[in-house]
């Protein structure tokens, strides 16, 4: 069955280190994959898209890494900040139903 | 900054209840989506519009859910009758069109609770 994971527990890492969140997928071939964020009660915002040829995309203190081999992609914000505390969704895209699917999100919480 | 608009942002109701979303997306967006999140899940689509079409609902329970967007504009979800299962977020968001690289813009969402 197809399926979409990331972490489910919450991730809790010390202001100024590097976090890095995980996305595995299986049995989807996405030819792009998008990174969310979300704070509690509120609808997600995009961050970053990358797409199957690009193995790495960065946006200040954002990398994203995309490996189709091992079926994952790799979410690193550097110099994390309290602020940046959210839940953070991966979403991959489906050729087979034309959408985005939806991971469950991983809780990050950066402690100052 | 344009923004995806949704109301009513907080609906309590009683199962077997009517109950209704509107969504105005961001000016010029052809697509529109709905989705639903369940508490601790991510989104899933509901029902997309390419303009006033349905593109894509096969996820939308239809025997009691339904949505329109009449003048491929604004965007109402309807569930009649809402049962205790329905509780969660209700999403609506736009894209300039249906592009795999085209950026989906999220309102703020309804939280419904069905007592």
């Known amino acids: 069955s197809q399926k979409i994971e990331q972490n489910s527990e919450a991730l809790n890492i010390q202001e100024g280190k590097t976090a890095t969140l995980t996305c595995n997928y299986t049995?989807?071939?996405?030819?792009?994959l998008q990174w969310y964020r979300q704070d509690p009660g509120r609808g997600p915002v995009f961050l970053l898209l990358?797409?199957?040829?690009?193995k790495e995309k960065r946006k200040e203190r954002l990398k994203v890494t995309f490996d189709t081999t091992l079926k994952q992609s790799l979410f690193h914000i550097t110099a994390s900040q309290p602020a940046d505390s959210a839940t953070y969704l991966c979403?991959?895209?489906?050729?087979?139903?034309?959408?985005?699917?939806f991971g469950t999100g991983t809780r990050l919480k950066v402690l100052a | 900054e344009a923004e995806v608009a949704q109301s009513p942002r907080y609906k309590i109701t009683e199962k077997s209840q009517a109950v209704a979303f509107w969504c105005d997306p961001i000016?010029?967006?052809?697509?529109l989506y709905w989705y639903r999140q369940i508490l601790g899940q991510g989104p899933e689509l509901l029902v997309q519009?390419?303009?006033?079409?349905?593109?894509?609902d096969s996820q939308l329970p239809k025997d009691r859910f339904s949505a329109e967007r009449l003048k491929g504009v604004d965007s109402t979800l309807k569930i009649q009758p809402a049962e205790l299962g329905d509780s969660a977020m209700y999403l609506c968001?736009?894209?300039?069109?249906?592009?795999?690289?085209?950026?989906?813009?999220f309102g703020p969402g309804t939280r419904l609770t069905v007592l």
């Open positions: 000016s010029g967006h052809a697509t």
């Open positions: 990358i797409r199957e040829n690009e």
């Open positions: 968001a736009s894209s300039l069109e249906r592009e795999t690289t085209d950026t989906q813009y």
């Open positions: 979403a991959l895209w489906d050729s087979g139903t034309y959408k985005y699917i």
């Open positions: 049995n989807y071939s996405p030819a792009y």
């Open positions: 519009f390419q303009d006033e079409s349905v593109v894509d």
